[in-house]
Structures are given as structure tokens and as C-alpha cells.
């Protein structure tokens, strides 16, 4: 079965700085790969995904994911990280028609 | 486009009682999923239904939970009696799966229904 891990509870970051948010995959074929972020009482909403073709994908609100598959990796990451990026972000793998989610990450910007 | 739409937002109801949890899904999409979202198990899925046919229900869990798509604009999540262990959100999302390489089922989520059985 496909699945994702994030091995960070929570990650923190001041504003400005760059920020990572990690992921990484286990899969048989070639993976789809996704992100999304869920803002407080708010449904996730899609920031990304990666399909095949450049391994570095740009996705909504200055957000990117590099795909590397030597690592079975699949990173978000941002510039320049702001006090509204703070959020709980999720990585998934699509499995069948299924989307099989990560425990989530939650980013904390501070200023 | 109003994207995927779920009614109510907010339910409080006491341990027995029926629970139905409403869903419109974005036109055109032919994919609807439910989940469950709670601290202790992360965000589940319940059951997800492909042209309104239900697909895979493996994480339905207990007779106690049904789900329906009459048709294409509409689903419920219906829990009866209801527990207080079913506290939790639930979201409903759709998608469409697009072709070839745009094949991708990127889901869209709506605002979730916070339950609370008491």
C-alpha cells in the first residue's frame, strides 16, 4: 500500500526565514504527490501536487515541493516564511482513487 | 465556482440520537469522499463513491454509519444512533480525475461539519 510520513510534529520558524516542511513517501510505481494546508476551523485546501515531469513544483501562495526520488522525499518549502503561513500541513499519495494522508505538521512562524 | 458545500457547520446533539451530515459536491466532479478528522486518529477516510456508486466503505466505522449519493449534487453521512465517541469533524471533498497525465484526483475539500455528541 502507498503511504507518506512526516517526521515532524511541529516545526518552527521566524518570519523571514526560509522553512521546510518534510515528507517523505513509500510507494510501488510512480507516486502522486500532494499538499495541503488547513488553516484553523477551516476545511485543507490543495497547495500542490507532483505528477512527473520537473522535480521542483510551484504551488499556491509562494509555496514549492521538490520531488527527489532517490530520497523518496517530497519537501515543501517556502522563501521567505510569514506570521500567516502558520498552519497545519498535510502530505499525501494517491492510492488507487484514494488520497492516503500524512499524520500533518504544524508550522508555527513567529515574528 | 462555490467550491464543495456541507451542511451543517455546527451540530450538537445527545448520545442516541440520529445524525444526517449534508454535502454538494463541485459541479462536474464525479468523485465524492468522506473523512473524519480527530485528534487521537488524524484524518480518515470513511467511504468515497465514483459516479455516485459507493466504491469502497472500509473505513465505515460500525453499522451504526451510513452514506448515500441520491445523485451527482448531493450526499449524507448519516450516524444513528450516535455515540460519543463519533465527536470529531467531518469533511467531505470531490475531484474529478482528469486525463492522461492530468490524471492526478487532486481532491477539494469543503469547510466540515464540527460534530459533538454529548
Known amino acids: 500500500a502507498q503511504s507518506v510520513a512526516q517526521p515532524e510534529d511541529q516545526v518552527n520558524v521566524a518570519e523571514g526565514n526560509p522553512l521546510t516542511v518534510k515528507c517523505t513517501y513509500s510507494?510501488?510505481?510512480?507516486?502522486?504527490l500532494f499538499w495541503y494546508v488547513q488553516y484553523p476551523n477551516r476545511g485543507l485546501q490543495f497547495l500542490l501536487k507532483?505528477?512527473?515531469?520537473?522535480?521542483l513544483v510551484k504551488g499556491s501562495y509562494g509555496f514549492e515541493a521538490e520531488f527527489n526520488k532517490s530520497q523518496t522525499s517530497f519537501h515543501l518549502k517556502k522563501p521567505s516564511a510569514l506570521v500567516s503561513d502558520s498552519a497545519l500541513y498535510f502530505c499525501?499519495?494517491?492510492?488507487?482513487?484514494?488520497?492516503?494522508f500524512g499524520a500533518g505538521t504544524i508550522l508555527r512562524v513567529k515574528s | 465556482d462555490a467550491g464543495v458545500i456541507q451542511s451543517p457547520r455546527h451540530e450538537v446533539t445527545e448520545m442516541g440520537q440520529e445524525v444526517t451530515l449534508r454535502c454538494k459536491p463541485i459541479s462536474g466532479h464525479n468523485s465524492l469522499f468522506w473523512y473524519r478528522q480527530t485528534m487521537m486518529r488524524g484524518l480518515e477516510l470513511l467511504i468515497y463513491f465514483n459516479n455516485n456508486v459507493p466504491i469502497d466503505d472500509s473505513g465505515m466505522p460500525e453499522d451504526r454509519f451510513s452514506a448515500k449519493m441520491p445523485n451527482a449534487s448531493f450526499s449524507t453521512l448519516k450516524i444513528q444512533p450516535s455515540e460519543p465517541r463519533d465527536s470529531a469533524v467531518y469533511f467531505c471533498?470531490?475531484?474529478?480525475?482528469?486525463?492522461?497525465?492530468?490524471?492526478?484526483?487532486?481532491?477539494?475539500f469543503g469547510p466540515g461539519t464540527r460534530l459533538t455528541v454529548l
Open positions: 507532483y505528477i512527473t515531469g520537473d522535480n
Open positions: 510507494v510501488s510505481g510512480n507516486p502522486y
Open positions: 499525501a499519495v494517491r492510492d488507487g482513487q484514494k488520497l492516503v
Open positions: 471533498a470531490s475531484s474529478s480525475p482528469g486525463q492522461g497525465l492530468a490524471r492526478s484526483d487532486t481532491q477539494y
